[in-house]
Each structure stands twice: as C-alpha cells, then as structure tokens.
C-alpha cells in the first residue's frame, strides 16, 4: 500500500480510538500524530516544539496525554530529564531501543526474527516460573551511543 494510503488508514485509527473515549481528533493531535509518523523514531517535547512552533507545549502536553490514554503513543524514557513519545506498536512494528545514558539518544531497532522468537520463549518461561501471564514485553539495552564513544 502506498505511504500516502497508509497515512490515511493511521490517521482514521486514531480518529476512531479518540472517539471511544469521547475525544476529537483535533488540529493538534493531528499534527502530533504526522510528526511521530515522519520522525520514525521517539520524539521529545522538544523535538515536538521545536516541528511544531505554532502548537504551545502546554497543549502538546495535553495532547500526547491524551493520545497516550487512546493507546495511540508510548512513553519511551531514556536516563535523562527527557521522556520521549513514539506511535503505540500496534499502529508500527514490534520493535525495542538503545538507549544512550551520555545523551539520551533512543535508537529503534527491529530484531532478526529468530533472536526476537528466542527472546519471546525466554520471557514466557520467566513469567510461567512466577505465575505470570506476560502479554507483551520491551526491550531496552542501556549503554552509550557511537557519537558519544
């Protein structure tokens, strides 16, 4: 399916999961929505204030906890002062994170499948030993980015 097509297939998932808990998809989140869509990696307020100067931070704020409610985005947080915001799984891929604990760098990454299923079956084997029923997991390897090697 083309880019613009799937845009638009995104777009009224959000529209539908907002009305479900009596939100619109207004201007605003719309405009949160394209810029996590096009980043293709977890955003700060930063990042999101800076794509989007006209959208006050105070009303980003609103919005991304809004969409985060909607199960529409996920908080990412690495070891700095800064949380960072990406699409819910769901609405992308299956994917985990390298997180900079210089910089705070988040770099997505998509595992080889085997490793993934590996990883999968090693998870529910933990949560079986303690009578818990895992439904999903992530993945987040803490360490230092090449930049700040």
């Known amino acids: 399916m083309p880019a613009h097509g799937m845009a638009t297939d995104l777009h009224s998932v959000v529209e539908q999961r907002l009305r479900r808990i009596d939100l619109r998809y207004t201007a605003g989140r719309r405009?949160?929505?394209?810029?996590?869509v096009s980043a293709g990696h977890p955003v700060s307020i930063g990042d999101i204030a800076g794509s989007l100067p006209d959208l006050p931070r105070s009303s980003a704020y609103r919005h991304l906890v809004d969409l985060e409610s909607a199960g529409l985005v996920r908080?990412?947080?690495?070891?700095?002062?800064?949380?960072?915001?990406e699409l819910a799984e769901d609405?992308?891929?299956?994917?985990?994170?390298?997180l900079c604990v210089n910089c705070g760098k988040v770099i997505d990454v998509t595992l080889p499948a085997g490793f993934e299923q590996d990883l999968t079956g090693a998870i529910g084997k933990l949560a079986?030993?303690?009578?818990?029923?895992?439904?999903?997991?992530?993945?987040?390897?803490?360490?230092?980015?090449?930049a700040c090697r």
């Not at 908080?75 to 915001?85: G, L």
């Not at 609405?91 to 390298?98: G, I, P, Y």
């Not at 079986?128 to 090449?146: K, M, N, P, W, Y």
């Open 31 to 36: 405009a949160i929505i394209s810029l996590l």
């Open 75 to 85: 908080r990412v947080t690495a070891n700095d002062e800064f949380t960072r915001f």
């Open 91 to 98: 609405l992308t891929e299956h994917h985990h994170h390298l």
């Open 128 to 146: 079986e030993a303690e009578g818990f029923q895992a439904h999903s997991h992530r993945l987040d390897v803490l360490g230092i980015c090449a």
